[in-house]
């Protein structure tokens, strides 16, 4: 790949980072060196996450979520997670059409991407499309993932900031942010608020937000963010009987109604993670996340090759038939991929 091509997308040459971004998509082997050579200017983008049950208007949320910034100032690119069309792979729900207004806007840069049947309401290709956008330069990028429960902690790996959406009259609306989504939000929103009900989810996420407090509950929220001490939340519940709580709002996307409110809390917490430390602690804990994550991967590819998955299937023939034990074939299986 020439040196133009990486000069144009550090430059927001649109058509060229929408190249590269299929290239990501198609795990095409030349994107590599593009990335390698884009990796040393990227880490200046802040990572909005944006989950929540399907029905509660993340797509129109996040539409306003832009307005909002590009009325600040802020150049954003929006990486839109659908869940893939099983005849073509490609994505199927169409964000992109509901924020069809920021077409002709060049600071605005958006993208649907396919899950391709990857579990956590994240395509794999999202890092690594979110690296090139990075690089590009745009200041904030928001990634919206698939509605798909409490399955959606993977987010928590590529943000920075999560917004948590719920939305009243989806029946048990406690049900939508419980344990395994509760304690991934940096931020919760309520959403549709004029509709009946809202105020009592409002009450009942500052409820389980309490009381995650005061058990100790592993959350990504913590006590001091003005000294820049960074705590537990448990370790100060005891002492302090107000203990700092992330922000729950209420929205209404379809108006804009609360939106306002809701940016300057995004940048209220991504400047609180920059004076604290905190933003390189995860940062550092995403990558280590994603570097388990690809080696995984690659060994699973690993197993692909013919002598391998023959292998595969021998052993698990021998486990079958009591010859030899389960482990004795993982270790086995392990060294003959190139493991230890």
Known sequence: MDDLFVDKIRNTDIRSIARLISMVENESPGRIEVLKDLSAIAGKAHFVGITGPPGSGKSTLTDKIVIELRSLGKTIAVLAVDPSSPFSGGAILGDRIRMQRHATDDKVFIRSLATRGYLGGLSQAVRESARVLDAAGFDMIIVETVGVGQSEVDIVRCADTIILVSVPGLGDDIQTIKAGVMEIGD??????????????????????????????????????????????????????????????????????????????????????????????????????????????????????????????????????????????????????????
Request: aromatic share 6%; proline share 2%.
């Open 187 to 340: 931020i919760f929103v309520v959403n549709k608020a004029d509709r009946d009900g809202a105020e009592r989810v409002v009450k009942e996420i500052r409820a389980m937000l309490e009381i995650a407090a005061v058990n100790g509950a592993e959350t990504r929220f913590s006590s001091d963010f003005n000294t820049g001490a960074f705590h537990h939340i448990a370790s100060v519940a005891s002492s302090h009987s107000n203990p700092e709580l992330p922000p729950v709002l209420k929205t209404i996307s379809e108006t804009g109604e609360g939106v306002k409110e809701l940016v300057q809390e995004i940048l209220k917490h991504a400047q609180k993670l920059q004076t604290s430390g905190l933003f390189n602690q995860r940062r550092k804990e995403n990558i280590e996340w994603e570097l388990k994550d690809a080696l995984s991967r690659y060994m699973l590819k690993g197993l692909e090759r013919n002598e391998a998955s023959e292998l595969l299937s021998d052993l698990a023939m021998s486990i079958n038939d009591k010859k030899i034990d389960f482990y004795e074939a993982l270790d086995r299986l392990v060294k003959a991929i190139g493991g230890k």
